[in-house]
């Protein structure tokens, strides 16, 4: 093919001596972002990096898997010619045709990082300008506010013509930010701290607690969608369940009601410090809100991050849900997160939660329970899937 995918790396060009395993590991993320799609070359020159198809395929399939990928400023389509100003012309011209004809204004934009190539910048401008002008009579030059902007990129390998770059992921990538375990419920919320936590880096490790009967299956089956369509931007998900029926009972049985939902958080949390430990994980990551319902109060969080050593990561914290929303939308989670299945935490709702609780009220309220125990036994029983 005479076309590929030019990719601009966006902080990543900040990262001084790490900078090449950052790159190394955007590359393989890309590479893994695009392997069902076809079979392709990469390579990088200037904080630019190349994906170039080895054979025909679907390159806009490419663009849109790859605009998923953290660590991506910007990307586009582009055409590849010669360094010979003759053809750069004739081929701009040819390969540029259904927008150019489109379109009523453009401009021409020249990068020239090739500084052997014998015309400058301007004059690159000028003459692509005054020929694509010819070409296409109808067309007038409009600098400041133009409908195409024609980019012509000479650089080191090859010349490069592309109309318009699209906003890639940002971020930085997946991977190079450690790990992290996601507490993951079949919410709005949840997916999307997921999702922020993979832009600044940090590989995924969903886990998802359970209390069949009181939750179906199909909200299980719920939470592996959500994952699924986390996937495209945090690459592929272990994906821990566990079994909370027990724990959730033996709450309601011996637990004082106004403080069911704290003691029932405080097991999620610890459960998931021993998982995420296990998993090589560094910090625990959840979707709370601050005052969003009563376990989302500072005293209650305090009463749940008690049980844990571990760094508790809340990246919508200071978000309204107006604002969580819209980045569900953004990411396609949102139609998922609103099907109507019961989470574990809505099946025992007490009546009246706490909003200012104490630790020593909570711990005593869960002082009757087996609390080694009943997290032992819902460690072993937790499985795992791998989402992809
Ligand atoms: P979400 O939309 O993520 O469910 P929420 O606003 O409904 O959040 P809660 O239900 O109180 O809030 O849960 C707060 C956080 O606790 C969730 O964002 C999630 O990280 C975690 N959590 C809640 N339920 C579960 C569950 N069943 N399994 C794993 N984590 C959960
Ligand atoms: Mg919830």
Avoid: W
């Avoid at 994906?239 to 003691?263: G, S």
């Avoid at 910090?283 to 760094?311: K, R, Y």
């Amino acid at each position: 093919m005479n076309e590929l995918i030019l990719l601009k790396s966006g902080e990543i060009a900040l990262k001084g001596l790490n900078r090449s395993s950052f790159e190394d590991v955007l590359i393989r993320n890309c590479k893994r972002a695009v392997a069902g799609i076809g079979d392709f070359k990469f390579y990088k020159a200037q904080s630019t990096f190349y994906v170039e198809p080895r054979s025909d395929c679907d390159l806009n399939a490419a663009v849109e898997a790859l605009s998923r990928v953290f660590g991506i400023s910007a990307l586009c389509r582009a055409r590849i010619v010669e360094k010979d100003f003759a053809q750069i012309q004739t081929v701009a011209a040819d390969y540029l045709r259904d927008v150019l004809e489109a379109a009523s204004t453009f401009k021409v934009n020249a990068k020239r990082s090739d500084k052997k190539f014998p015309l400058a910048t301007p004059e690159i401008c000028r003459e692509l300008g005054g020929f694509l002008l010819e070409q296409y009579p109808h067309l007038t030059v409009d600098v400041h506010n133009p409908e195409v902007t024609v980019t012509v990129e000479i650089r080191d390998f090859a010349a490069y013509i592309h109309v318009d770059q699209l906003p890639g992921a940002g971020g930085i990538p997946v991977g190079t930010g450690g790990n992290g375990a996601l507490l993951i419920s079949g919410g709005i919320d949840s997916p999307v701290a997921g999702y922020m936590m993979a832009r600044r880096g940090v590989k995924i490790t969903g886990i998802h607690f359970a209390s069949p009967p009181y939750t179906s299956e199909r909200a299980e089956l719920k939470v592996h969608d959500l994952c699924r369509k986390l996937v495209p931007y945090c690459g592929h998900i272990q994906l821990y369940t566990v079994p909370f029926t027990e724990i959730q009972e033996a709450i309601k049985r011996e637990c004082q009601e106004d403080y069911f939902t704290l003691i029932m958080r405080r097991f999620m949390m610890k459960i998931s410090e021993i998982i995420a430990r296990r998993q090589g994980c560094g910090a625990l990551i959840t979707g709370e809100s601050i005052g969003q319902v009563a376990s989302q109060t500072m005293a209650a969080m305090a009463c749940t991050d008690a049980v844990t050593t571990m760094p508790v990561l809340r990246p919508v914290i200071g978000m309204d849900k107006e604002q969580i929303i819209a980045i569900s939308r953004q990411i396609d989670t949102f139609e998922t997160s609103i099907q109507p299945y019961e989470d574990c935490c809505t099946v025992f709702t007490p009546r009246h939660p706490r909003t200012n609780p104490k630790l020593d009220a909570v711990e005593k309220a869960e002082s009757k329970l087996d609390i080694d125990g009943l997290i032992a036994r819902a460690v072993e029983g937790a499985g795992f899937i791998v989402i992809q």
